[in-house]
């Protein structure tokens, strides 16, 4: 069974930095889809970052050029680096994983069955 945990998070001032990690357990990263979410308060969880089929990252526009997504398999671990945080950026993040193929796109929630607890993001200005 896969188990997701998150780590990372924090509060912290505009412009900041932080780096999320995701450490997967009970299946092989490399086997996995893995992708980034986040829920901000009142809203709905939406897409962050993934690795699409090919391998290549793939971003949300409002974080492309200031997020990067990366993973060492040799830990099991997939990170989210946050540079330039905004205000906007405070959610909950999720790290979010796929055993098989993404029918409803690599955006979409409905495409991954297992999910984190969220590690909360809190950026003020």
């Known amino acids: 069974q896969v188990q997701l945990e998150e780590s990372g998070g924090g509060s912290l001032q505009a412009g900041g930095s932080l780096t999320l990690s995701c450490r997967v357990s009970g299946y092989a990263l490399s086997g996995l889809y893995m992708a980034w979410f986040r829920q901000g308060a009142g809203e709905e969880r939406e897409f962050v970052s993934t690795f699409d089929s090919f391998g290549e990252s793939v971003y949300a526009e409002d974080v492309k050029g200031r997020f990067t997504i990366y993973k060492d398999n040799t830990k099991s671990t997939v990170y989210l680096r946050m540079n330039s945080l905004k205000p906007e950026d405070t959610a909950k993040y999720y790290c979010?994983?796929?055993?098989?193929?993404?029918?409803?796109?690599?955006?979409?929630?409905?495409?991954?069955?297992?999910w984190g607890q969220g590690t909360q993001v809190t950026v003020s200005s």
């Open positions: 979010a994983a796929a055993t098989r193929g993404r029918s409803s796109g690599h955006r979409s929630t409905a495409s991954y069955t297992e």
